[in-house]
């Protein structure tokens, strides 16, 4: 019954809860972008998913119900997490939809150790040891759609991965180069996190990702530090070769210096973008005008001297992070329209805290496009 289903699921997130040994994160919204999946959430998508019939079969229970040594398995759904484990099981039930593997001490994917997983729908293998994963290990997972092997060592992206992938996480590893088609036949795919990897400009292959339709990509606290153009650090060459797709985009925590007009042309569907943690001194006049969609930017904890020009003509505009720069000043007309039917939407939040501004100076009218008093932030600037 349903009510046992929801039953069963509560407590195996309490148990995840208090016997990991490295908990799951919680993305509550922009700001925990760079953060990992809620397990929780994870069996809640599961569950949607299934009550949709998405690409699930259903699959004869064995006559002889088995369970892994020291897992918990009940409902499609088998937890091994923090059990000191150095290998993938070997008796996992065939009808398995959720294997959760994290937090043990695994160091390799065999390539038999997913054999008969046809119908699985979510594999976590996050905070173990893998450094190796034959390139035949995930064939079988034919439903595969969500990959979670974060805080691993890797220095690559598994070859082969499933067609049906919709979401990967591969962050925290030591992966240093994407390789032209390793995504090849991905279309399926929407998701992907690869922050904190020791990537530099040169481990993007020129067609990396090619065929994607993704709506999120994360590469922050890399190893970016941009190409020479004009004299100045500027975005690299493969922002500007990303799917046109994407909603959003974190590339904070890299080594950029400036934003050109050429480098976010393309993105008109992006809605939230996240430069901070960057060493951004300039933005090319009319960047913005190539992003009619945005909704949140990020830009605090730059080298910024002014605010960006062409925020008043952001119609959906609602978040701005300008915070920890150098802007000693702010016009009149910086972040509003001078005229009428411009704005779509007031702002919802300006953080402008630790910047080197008079706030007793700025006129009222500055801000007469924002929601609330209290959605703009000045703070006190100090050395």
Partial sequence: CLVCVVYFLFLVCISLLLHCSALPFQQRGFWDFGKDIDVRD???????????????????PPDHPTCPFGCVCQLRVVQCSDLGLTHVPYDIPPDTLLLDLQCNMITEIREGDFKGLTNLYAL?????????????????????????????????????????LVELRIHDNHIQKVLAGTFSGMGNMHVIEMGRNPLQNSGFEPGAFTGLKLNYLRISEAKLTGV????????????RDLPESLHELHVDHNQIQAIELEDLSQYKHLQRLGLSFNHIRHIEHGVLSYLPNLRELHLDNNRLSSVPSGLPESKYLQVVYLHSNNISSIGLDDFCPTGFGMKRVFYNGISLFSNPIHYWEVQPATFRCVSERTAVQFGNYKK
Avoid: W
């Fill in 228 to 239: 020479y153009a004009n004299k100045l650090f500027c975005i690299p060459q493969l922002y």
């Fill in 42 to 60: 994870l069996m809640m998508t599961m569950m949607k998913d299934q009550e949709e019939g998405s690409a699930f079969e259903e699959v004869s």
């Fill in 124 to 164: 976590v293998l996050r905070n173990n040891q893998i450094s190796r994963v034959h390139p035949r290990a995930f064939l079988p997972l034919k439903r595969m759609q969500k990959l979670y092997m974060s805080h691993n060592q890797l220095t690559s992206i598994p070859r082969n991965l499933p067609a049906s």
